[in-house]
Structure formats: C-alpha cells, structure tokens
C-alpha cells in the first residue's frame, strides 16, 4: 500500500518508525517538502528501507492510506484542501481537540476532532479515528519495556477502512480493538485528556497507554 504521513512531528516520526518492517510505500508530507525530503533521507539512513517525502497534496494524490499528523486547530483547513485527493481513501485521524494547556477539549459536548474532520472530508473520505491516546513515545517500544502492547481503539463508519488501520496499527505493534462509530471519538479523546493527566500527576515520561484486558 502507498502510505502517506501528513506532517512532519513527533507523530509522523513515530508511525513511519512502527512501520519500517513492513512492504508499505511510506512519504511523508509537509508545508515545506523539503523538510519532509530530509526526514526521509535521516529515517532512511537509519532504518533497513526508504521512506520519501514530498507536498501534502502530492503524498495525498498517491495515497491508499493517509496519517493526519498535524495539529487539529489547522487539520480542518488541510483536509479541505487535501480532499479531492482523498477520495475513497482511509483517512486516519489521530488528531486531539486540546486546549492550550492541555487540561480540557476546545469541542464542543456532543461532538469531536474525528467527526469535525469527516464534515470537512466530505463522504467520499473514509475517516478513521485512531492512535489518538496512542503517545508519540510508545511507537519505538509499543511492549512498554516488555510489558504487553497498550491497545489502539479504532473508530469509524465504514468497516473495511478500520479493518485495513487495524492491520497497520497491529504491523506497528500495538494491540487493535474496534470500538464502534466514528462518534465514539468523543470518548477516545476523552480518554486522551485522562492519559495526559495521569501521565502528568505521575511523572510517568509519556510512556504509558491503554491495555482492554478480557
Ligand atoms: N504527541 C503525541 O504523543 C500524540 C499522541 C496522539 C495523538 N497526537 C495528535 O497527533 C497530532 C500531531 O501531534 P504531534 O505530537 O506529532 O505534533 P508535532 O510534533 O507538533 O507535529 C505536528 C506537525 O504538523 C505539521 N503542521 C502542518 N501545519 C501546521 C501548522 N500550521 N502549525 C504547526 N504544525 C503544522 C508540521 O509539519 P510541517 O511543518 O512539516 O508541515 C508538524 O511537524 C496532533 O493532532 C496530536 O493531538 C499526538
């Protein structure tokens, strides 16, 4: 598949890392291509394979499957402008409504990122919710110092997209759980806010998840 990472951060850097086994076609996207070039030409040096890098809507145009690595305050903007391109795809959103200070949501109750994205999207973009209280940290060693993988919950309104993430979310390590339609975004961004709580009274390095026992 042609795996396009939007962004250039903490995230596309930990996605693009989880998935370096894998036969994925893999660019990453940026405002400044060249700054995507370089990150693929230091991740490919580090790494047994070769990413690419080139514009958000050139990495858009060749995508099976798309990452939203950017800030949510400008995906909206960026998806509108990328959705043409999108048509058909999965888009992955991983985006968190923070605030500032990351202590609260800056959407509205009774709504989301993931779905503020999909109205944008337009209903020919498959959006997908996923790896939002995924830290950027866990990507290198998603077995938390041989502890089992924290679990990635998967939300979305077409079933063959999320199967699709779930199979990549399951190559970068992590466990998969399906956890309904894509407005249950309001919980796993919920969910978020919790983990950098915790994360933070505990003095826990960013390096925690979720994990469903059954
Ligand atoms: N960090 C985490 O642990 C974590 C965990 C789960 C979910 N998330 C979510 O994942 C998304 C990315 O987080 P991140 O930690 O990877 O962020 P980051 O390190 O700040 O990277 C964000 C990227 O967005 C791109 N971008 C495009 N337009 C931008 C603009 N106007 N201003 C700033 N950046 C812009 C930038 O790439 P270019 O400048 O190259 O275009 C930048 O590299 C966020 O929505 C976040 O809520 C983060």
Redesign the pocket.
């Known amino acids: 598949m042609q795996i396009a990472i ?9 996605i693009a890392y989880a998935l370096r086994e894998t036969a994925h076609d893999i660019t ?5 291509p060249a ?2 070039e370089a990150l693929a030409r230091e991740m490919s040096s580090e790494n047994a394979r070769t990413y690419q890098g080139t514009s ?1 809507a050139s990495a858009a145009a060749r995508a099976d499957v798309a990452f ?8 909206p903007t ?1 998806v509108t402008s990328l959705r043409d391109h999108l048509h058909e795809k999965v888009l992955v959103d ?5 605030n500032d200070d990351f202590t609260g949501l800056t959407t509205l109750d009774g709504t989301s ?1 993931a779905e503020e994205i999909a109205r944008v999207a337009g209903p020919r973009v498959k959006v997908v919710g996923a ?7 866990t990507f290198a060693e998603p077995t938390l110092n041989g502890g089992p993988a924290p679990d990635v919950l998967i939300v979305g309104d077409d079933a063959a997209a999320k199967q699709k993430v779930a199979e990549l979310v399951t190559a970068m390590g992590f466990g998969a759980l399906d956890a309904g339609p894509l407005k249950v975004a309001r919980t796993l961004e919920r969910m ?1 806010l919790l983990l950098i709580d915790l994360a933070t009274r505990n003095h826990w390095n ?1 390096n925690a998840g979720f994990k469903i026992l059954k």
Not at 68 to 75: D, E, K, Q, T, Y
Not at 94 to 98: D, R
Not at 131 to 137: A, D, P, R
């Open positions: 939007l962004g250039t951060g903490k995230m596309a850097r930990g990453f996207a940026s405002r400044e700054r995507a958000y939203l690595a950017v800030p949510f305050v400008v995906a960026l991983l985006t968190n409504p923070l990122a790896l939002k209280h995924t830290f950027s940290g978020t960013w």
